[in-house]
């Protein structure tokens, strides 16, 4: 796939995707009209009609990546040209590292930003970056404990300011703006990290290169794994997530090109223009962007800037949340967010991919009720004997195309591991592999449809009030108490038990195709409690399954 002509690569992209949609729209078609089609029938197709899309962009994605993955010398520099232009040697220009804190645990801050400064000092470049804490922390107490923390860690490392602000207006997006406002001053470029990121110094001088390689280049976006996790549930969420991220990145970065996601953090970005062109406004009925990173990415591209993504995991790390009601909240935090993109996309200065970008953020959540809903009108269905004629065979074979296109990133990344013979360095053997492989998908297949109710659930409360908040993120492991799942899940255990039993009431059949969708919400409350247990955890532990390369490796 040499060419760079980004209409070609588009058009070639956009075919890819719609022949995985209507393959998966004429095998749907093709169970349901032999016993004509309903009006609740004619409501779940209309459902997952809005929902193939996704289905049909996670695998073209997929397959796009695996073939690079595969076939390219370099990876990312197939979808990266600025890394074959990188020069040798120390940067030319000076780089803020921007760490945004918010009553966080300093003593899990700041290890590994020293191992980064230590190893920048190491490679001769400690001159070329500035350490900036910037803390909106609230708090009085948790904000003198923070400030005596950086201060000893400044004694130690004299590169480190420390910047707090009174009031969080406009949150992380408005914390970075004010140090580019008040606080630049000489150095071209920025890197954004969140508090449980580690970035590795090799990776960071590899993002200022690329940076100095490509002066249109606003932001650079390098994929991120998960740090090694003691905890069961970031240790099984995080393996497949690295594995299908390699594809879906590599993927999405050969037909996106210079129109690339920006995650917020992990990433470089270019002073000057992202303070001219990034600063974000309140929406109309006065509240702040949520998710800000892709509005900033957006705006960039409109402006006439690029911004590419590193489809590169090396170097660079992040937490995940340690327990699913974390992972949940998160979720809904995100969700929140990106229903705001419909206030954005009647803006005029966007361009056509830039909104294609935000309607794919918005897809991303607004699948979840539609999902929900359709497999509800399933059971109705069930229920009032309206699938009776229905071959349960073709329907099979359409749901587990579905299902294919929907996890085909994690599928693409195993794939690539095994025919790469990847699995004896990095995942330790390809009996450890088939382990966390094996673990990791039926871990998945429980949690993802709870995951999707509850998206499900909090989207529709969403119009009428409902709230998360943006609160300080736990990112200590810890056990989950029975009463406290309960309390947060039995919705989403009475529904699961609902549509099962309606689908038991049918057919043995029916149930069979039902239970992978319906069992994790009816196991929600023991999922949820066992995937933070320390026993299980442990036991995990003991059998490296699911075991990062870092934990393997002996790294931190």
């Known amino acids: 796939m040499p060419t760079e002509s980004p209409l070609l690569r588009r058009s070639v992209f956009a075919a890819l995707v719609l022949a995985l949609a209507a393959l998966l729209a004429w095998l749907l078609l093709r169970a349901l009209l032999p016993g004509g089609i309903s009006a609740i029938e004619a409501l779940i197709l209309a459902c997952i009609a809005f929902t193939t899309p ?47 804190l918010r009553n966080e645990d300093m003593d899990a801050v700041l290890p590994p930003l020293a191992r980064l400064l230590d190893g920048l000092a190491a490679a001769g470049a400690a001159d070329r970056f500035r350490l900036w804490l910037l803390s ?86 390098q994929l991120i794994v998960g740090r090694p996790a003691t905890a069961a549930f970031p240790r099984l969420f995080q393996f497949g997530m690295r594995a299908g991220m390699r594809a879906w990145a590599t993927g999405q970065a050969w037909w996106q090109m210079d129109a690339g996601p920006y ?105 979840a ?37 929907y996890f085909a990133p994690k599928f693409a990344g195993y794939a690539q591991a095994l025919v790469q013979r990847r699995v004896a360095g990095t995942y330790g053997g390809r009996a450890a592999f088939a382990r966390g492989a094996l673990t990791e998908i039926l871990f998945m297949q429980l949690f993802e449809p709870l995951s999707t109710l509850n998206k499900a659930i909090f989207l529709v409360a969403l119009p009428f009030g409902a709230r998360t908040g943006w609160l300080p993120q736990n990112r200590a492991d810890r056990g989950v108490a029975w009463a406290d799942a309960a309390r947060l899940l039995w919705p989403h255990t009475l529904l699961g038990l609902a549509a099962t039993a309606a689908f038991g009431a049918t057919s043995a059949a029916a149930l069979a195709l039902a239970l992978p969708f319906t069992l994790g919400p009816v196991l929600a409350i023991p999922l949820c409690v066992l995937s933070a247990d320390p026993g299980v955890s442990a036991w995990l532990r003991r059998r490296r399954i699911a075991a990062t390369p870092e934990e393997l490796a002996g790294a931190a």
């Open 369 to 405: 009720p539609l999902y929900a809903l359709a497999l509800a009108l399933a059971a109705v269905n069930a229920v009032t004997g309206g699938g009776a004629d229905t071959p349960m065979g073709a329907l099979a074979l359409a749901v587990l195309a579905h299902w294919l296109c």
């Open 54 to 100: 996704w289905a049909a962009l996670s695998a073209a994605n997929s397959l796009v990546g695996l073939a690079i993955l595969l076939g390219a010398r370099d990876p990312p520099a197939a979808v990266l040209p600025a890394l074959a232009r990188i020069r040798p040697g120390p940067p030319r220009s000076t780089t803020a590292l921007l760490v945004c």
């Open 136 to 221: 909106d922390t609230q708090d009085a107490a948790a904000a003198a404990a923070e400030e005596a923390a950086i201060a000893a860690f400044a004694a130690r490392h004299p590169a480190t300011r420390y910047r707090r602000r009174a009031e969080n207006t406009g949150f992380k997006a408005g914390n970075v703006m004010d140090f580019l406002d008040h606080h630049l001053t000489d150095e071209a470029y920025f890197l954004t990290l969140d508090a449980d990121s580690v970035m590795m110094p090799k990776a960071v001088l590899r993002l200022v290169a690329i940076m100095e390689a490509e002066p249109k280049l606003a932001i650079v976006q």
């Open 263 to 367: 995650w917020g953090h992990n990433a470089i970005l270019r002073a000057a223009p992202f303070r001219d062109h990034a600063k974000l406004e309140a929406l109309p009925d006065g509240s702040r962007i949520l998710s800000h990173d892709m509005v900033e990415s957006v705006r960039l591209q409109a402006a006439g800037w690029a911004v590419r993504c590193l489809p590169a995991e090396e170097g660079s790390l992040e937490a995940n949340p340690p327990a699913l009601p974390e992972f949940l909240r998160r979720d809904e935090r995100w969700g929140a967010g990106n229903m705001q993109y419909f206030h954005l996309l009647r803006l005029p200065a966007f361009t056509a991919l830039g909104r294609l970008q935000l309607v794919q953020a918005i897809l991303l959540f607004l699948g």
